[in-house]
């Protein structure tokens, strides 16, 4: 089983994020779960999404605190780089951490249009480097 927690903020598209990659996960013939966590809606408050992959069925229906990938939209959150096998950030800085994947999808997202409420949306651009 592949544990996989996504940390974002709210609007950023961090639980459709979630959603998408259980549901490509079904269509592939395995076991998954998209799970959100948050507290008070808002846009901007900080968001987590948790996901499982399995190839059989999933017992568990807990809270991921130790993720085999970690999934950061938003570089200016606490995350904890060490706990992950493979880190995927959103951000323009350049990172020598081992295991970290630096993606600027904001600028992606920005030159796409995909701007909601005069955010960049970049769960698209976070899929497709964490599928890669």
């Known amino acids: 089983m592949r544990e996989v927690s996504v940390i974002c903020r709210?609007?950023?598209?961090?639980?459709?994020?979630?959603?998408?990659?259980a549901r490509a996960g079904l269509y592939e013939g395995y076991y998954t779960q998209a799970m959100p966590q948050f507290g008070a809606e808002r846009r901007g408050a900080k968001v987590m999404a948790h996901l499982r992959v399995s190839e059989t069925p999933i017992r568990k229906r807990s809270k991921i605190s130790?993720?085999?990938?970690?999934v950061v939209f938003d570089d200016r959150l606490d995350f904890e780089v060490s706990a992950s096998e493979l880190v995927v950030v959103n951000t323009d800085k350049e990172l020598n951490n081992p295991g970290t994947i630096a993606i600027n999808a904001s600028?992606?997202?920005?030159?796409?249009?995909?701007?909601?409420?005069?955010?960049?949306?970049?769960?698209?651009?976070?899929?497709?480097?964490?599928?890669?």
């Not at 005069?118 to 964490?130: C, E, I």
């Open 66 to 70: 130790r993720p085999d990938i970690l």
């Open 10 to 21: 709210g609007g950023q598209g961090g639980i459709t994020f979630a959603r998408i990659l």
């Open 107 to 132: 600028s992606i997202a920005l030159n796409f249009g995909l701007v909601v409420a005069g955010w960049p949306v970049v769960n698209s651009a976070m899929s497709d480097a964490f599928s890669a």
